[in-house]
């Protein structure tokens, strides 16, 4: 049986899907994020936080939605179709940065403007769908394509899944350049990470990538696509996923992180610091810098878009 559940704790809504072993978290109004994923009770996210903290950091955690853009950009502006797009000054305190100052994952990771469209359970599965208008005067200021977004939060069994539905509401072709970046749990220090990816994305000093790959075999010792976390540290894009039958399987020894074949690109994310002590795998439908480099897929005016990934607990 599998059950959904919304509640209020102080100004946060916050679902939960559960079955008999899993439960999954969303608070609404923090980006609509997933905060924890639990099997028996044990937790798979990294959520050092209560939400209040959460909200008002600038800390992430959990799995942050990253849009209109994933990872980082190399200036205050965008490019689409020979068009740019530059930030107004006034507008660029909305603008999470890296250590270099340069735009980070998007503008949605906290937002307070997602709302409930949805909730439903059987005795197969639960659903949440939350919504989100992207029509304020600020960040059209900053991404200036009016369009929704849908996301759909489904338990299934040991499973899951996360679907984002975007609908360009714009006159204009609509770049797509947005991914999750979910913080798993290191519950094992000798765990091992498998990346179903071929090549690694080089990239200069800022980290923005350069438009050169190597085979990831040239750059660490994989064995099988496999490799031990204690081994290594990671903050790298990858291409070419390894995908099977429509999906490409990452896994932190009994996590799966499965992509479907909207999502073509990869950043793994694994600190070698003890106050880090998670991995992130994260689905991006385009690489780091694509509003920069023309590397996005456009989206026509009133078409939709959908991508979606799971997480699988072994």
């Given at each position: 049986?599998?059950?959904?559940?919304?509640?209020?704790?102080?100004?946060?809504?916050?679902?939960?899907?559960?079955?008999?072993?899993?439960?999954?978290?969303?608070?609404?109004?923090?980006?609509?994020?997933?905060?924890?994923?639990?099997?028996?009770?044990?937790?798979?996210?990294?959520?050092?936080?209560?939400?209040?903290?959460?909200?008002?950091?600038?800390?992430?955690?959990?799995?942050?939605?990253?849009?209109?853009?994933?990872?980082?950009?190399?200036?205050?502006?965008?490019?689409?179709?020979?068009?740019?797009?530059?930030?107004?000054?006034?507008?660029?305190?909305?603008?999470?940065?890296?250590?270099?100052?340069?735009?980070?994952?998007?503008?949605?990771?906290?937002?307070?403007?997602?709302?409930?469209?949805?909730?439903?359970?059987?005795?197969?599965?639960?659903?949440?769908?939350?919504?989100?208008?992207?029509?304020?005067?600020?960040?059209?200021?900053?991404?200036?394509?009016?369009?929704?977004?849908?996301?759909?939060?489904?338990?299934?069994?040991?499973?899951?899944?996360?679907?984002?539905?975007?609908?360009?509401?714009?006159?204009?072709?609509?770049?797509?350049?947005?991914g999750f970046h979910p913080y798993f749990k290191?519950?094992?220090?000798?765990?091992?990470?498998?990346?179903?990816?071929?090549?690694?994305i080089e990239t200069n000093s800022l980290m923005?990538?350069?438009?050169?790959?190597?085979?990831?075999?040239?750059?660490?010792?994989?064995?099988?696509?496999?490799?031990?976390?204690?081994?290594?540290?990671?903050?790298?894009?990858?291409?070419?996923?390894?995908?099977?039958?429509?999906?490409?399987?990452?896994?932190?020894?009994?996590?799966?992180?499965?992509?479907?074949?909207?999502?073509?690109?990869?950043?793994?994310?694994?600190?070698?610091?003890?106050?880090?002590?998670?991995?992130?795998?994260?689905?991006?439908?385009?690489?780091?810098?694509?509003?920069?480099?023309?590397a996005c897929q456009l989206l026509k005016s009133?078409?939709?878009?959908?991508?979606?990934?799971?997480?699988?607990?072994?």
């Amino acid at each position: 049986m599998h059950t959904i559940h919304q509640q209020y704790e102080n100004i946060f809504e916050i679902i939960t899907l559960a079955n008999a072993h899993h439960t999954a978290k969303v608070v609404v109004n923090i980006g609509n994020s997933l905060f924890s994923y639990t099997k028996n009770r044990l937790e798979y996210l990294h959520f050092p936080f209560d939400l209040q903290e959460y909200a008002n950091n600038d800390k992430l955690a959990g799995n942050p939605f990253m849009h209109p853009w994933a990872n980082r950009l190399e200036s205050n502006c965008i490019r689409v179709e020979n068009l740019q797009y530059n930030f107004p000054i006034q507008q660029q305190h909305l603008l999470y940065r890296d250590g270099n100052q340069l735009p980070l994952h998007g503008l949605l990771l906290k937002s307070n403007k997602w709302k409930t469209i949805t909730t439903q359970a059987s005795a197969l599965q639960c659903k949440h769908v939350a919504a989100y208008i992207f029509d304020g005067e600020d960040e059209l200021s900053i991404f200036p394509f009016l369009h929704n977004i849908q996301m759909t939060h489904i338990l299934r069994d040991d499973t899951l899944h996360i679907e984002t539905v975007i609908h360009n509401l714009d006159k204009k072709d609509m770049p797509i350049s947005f991914g999750f970046h979910p913080y798993f749990k290191k519950l094992d220090a000798h765990a091992k990470l498998h990346l179903a990816a071929s090549n690694k994305i080089e990239t200069n000093s800022l980290m923005i990538p350069t438009g050169q790959v190597t085979a990831k075999e040239k750059c660490w010792n994989f064995i099988n696509h496999e490799i031990a976390i204690d081994d290594v540290m990671f903050d790298d894009g990858f291409q070419d996923l390894l995908f099977e039958n429509g999906m490409a399987d990452f896994s932190l020894d009994n996590i799966h992180v499965l992509f479907c074949d909207q999502y073509p690109f990869a950043q793994v994310y694994s600190p070698s610091t003890i106050d880090k002590p998670y991995v992130c795998i994260e689905p991006m439908t385009a690489p780091t810098n694509a509003l920069n480099s023309n590397a996005c897929q456009l989206l026509k005016s009133n078409e939709t878009f959908s991508a979606s990934f799971s997480i699988k607990i072994a």
